[in-house]
């Protein structure tokens, strides 16, 4: 069974640009949830989907953060306009039901 | 809010000494904690997890933990560590909810290095 996918594995981009950060989930898991880890702090829950609506979206920072789940397969994660501060690493997770979250490899998102 | 606290920032051991690294949450209701590791270049994994039942949980690699409820305190132990060890560890706290709250709140990692 292969896990959670993300891409890319590190974006680099300019202040004011726009990126997009993609996830796989292992099949068959319907809840996927959005982490982000900015350097030397924890891990913060940013939101989660059950299929392709969101459940709870009280960790989003701000409106300049979108998240998408069409379909309730993939998602997508885009931040426009990037602001320095955004930088960190943004980690996607997935579960069946309330069981354990498997996590992807996060992508180091770089705002320069 | 709950919240959790890894007290440890960097701990530094040598092979086979015991391990304990402290977790505690601030949380007045029934929650899920996990302890999850990511060793270099590797995604998080679960060490271990505890939902309810007995206290003292076992997890891979030899690692337990156990729950104080009285303590909110969630502690990872090994009695005789080694060198593949060597990872970033995360404690964190699921609250329990009916309105389908999965939200994982973490701690902010310890990064234990360990001496061959």
Not at chain 1, 93 to 98: E, F
Not at chain 2, 5 to 32: M, R
Request: aromatic letters at 12%.
């Amino acid at each position: 069974e292969a896990g959670v996918t993300q891409f890319p594995s590190h974006s680099v981009i300019e202040k004011g640009q726009t990126v997009t950060l993609r996830c796989d989930p292992i099949s068959g898991h319907d809840n996927l949830y959005w982490y982000r880890r900015v350097m030397g702090k924890e891990i913060k829950f940013l939101l989660h989907f059950v299929k392709e609506s969101k459940q709870d979206e009280s960790g989003m920072p701000n409106n300049r953060f979108l998240a998408e789940r069409t379909g309730g397969t993939y998602s997508t994660l885009k931040v426009q306009p990037a602001e320095l501060e955004d930088s960190g690493v943004y980690f996607c997770a997935s579960s069946r039901g309330g069981n354990e979250q498997f996590f992807g490899p996060g992508t180091r998102l770089t705002v320069l | 809010a709950q919240s959790v606290s890894q007290h440890n920032h960097h701990v530094i051991l040598s092979e086979a000494a015991s391990l304990e690294l402290g977790c505690n949450y601030s949380y007045g209701g029934t929650v899920n904690l996990f302890w999850y590791v990511q060793y270099p270049g590797q995604h998080l994994q679960l060490l271990l997890k505890y939902f309810s039942g007995d206290p003292l949980v076992k997890g891979i690699k030899g690692f337990e933990a156990e729950f104080i409820k009285s303590k909110f305190s969630f502690n990872l132990r090994k009695p005789s560590v080694q060198w593949s060890d060597t990872a970033e560890y995360f404690c964190a706290v699921r609250v329990r909810s009916n309105f389908g709250n999965e939200k994982l709140t973490f701690g902010t990692g310890t990064r234990l290095t360990i001496i061959p």
